[in-house]
């Protein structure tokens, strides 16, 4: 079976509460994927889908540009750790010139792509699969990183690299253990419903961070 057929199959069409405006492929009750067990995944060669998700962090990141899109007008997105496409989707829906959403597993780089078709907005993300520890920041005006602070030795050099790119940096996240504490501030906070499978709360707090000078 092809990546995007596999996605479609083993997904449901779905928005989440605070961001109705993007629909996404995403698991839930309802599907095969929320059930899945690891050896199923094995079984096809798929890494944990923390694509099929819309995380907290990204959900507060994606509400928070499409009510401020003058953050991202006319301005070349990178979207980092993009997942479903979540924020990528928001950037472009609220004028960003150009989105390159960048994942480091190739199934989150289809299943962004995929969304970004449901969203129609398609002609103006570009998702990539890609490592960010490292990448090239220069050719972009802002950088957005929804929720990908989980571990800490990942964290810790994203934190480092992002700190020496010129542009912009805005994260979404809950006050995850590895999110950076010093050098951020905090622009919104949102109440996010999500699910139980991944976060201990049906309800939790996300906030929109602005990297600033330490
Ligand atoms: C928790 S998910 C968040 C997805 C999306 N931003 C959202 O908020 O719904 C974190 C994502 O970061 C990706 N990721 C982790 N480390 C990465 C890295 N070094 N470079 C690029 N992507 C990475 C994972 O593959 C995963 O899709």
Redesign the pocket.
């Known amino acids: 079976m092809e990546l995007d057929e596999f996605i479609r199959a083993n997904t449901k069409i779905t928005a989440t509460a605070l961001v109705p405006e993007i629909r996404l492929h995403l698991a839930t009750e309802l599907t095969p994927l929320w059930h899945a067990t690891e050896s199923y995944l094995n079984q096809v060669n798929i890494g944990a889908p ?2 099929a ?7 507060a ?1 994606a509400r928070y540009l499409l009510d401020n899109p003058d953050v991202v007008r006319g301005l070349h997105v990178v ?9 990528a989707i928001a950037a472009a829906m609220a004028g960003a010139d150009h989105v390159t959403a ?4 190739p199934v ?1 780089a289809m299943a962004c792509a995929v969304n970004a078709t449901l969203n129609r907005v398609e002609d103006r993300i570009t998702a990539a699969e ?4 490292g ?1 090239d920041f220069a050719p972009y005006d802002l950088i957005l990183v ?3 602070c ?1 571990t800490r030795g ?1 964290s810790e050099d ?1 934190t480092h690299h992002l700190r020496r790119a010129a542009a912009p940096v805005l994260f ?1 996240d809950p006050g995850r253990q590895f999110m950076p504490r010093k050098g951020i501030h905090q622009v919104a906070t949102y109440t996010v419903e999500t699910s139980q499978e991944i976060e201990a709360k049906p309800i939790t707090e996300a906030s929109v961070w602005r990297m600033v000078g330490l």
């Open positions: 923390f694509w998700f819309a995380w907290v962090g990204g959900q990141l979207d980092i750790g993009s997942g479903g496409g979540i924020v960048l994942d480091i597993d989150a890609g490592d960010a520890i990448y929804g929720d990908v989980y990942e994203l979404g």
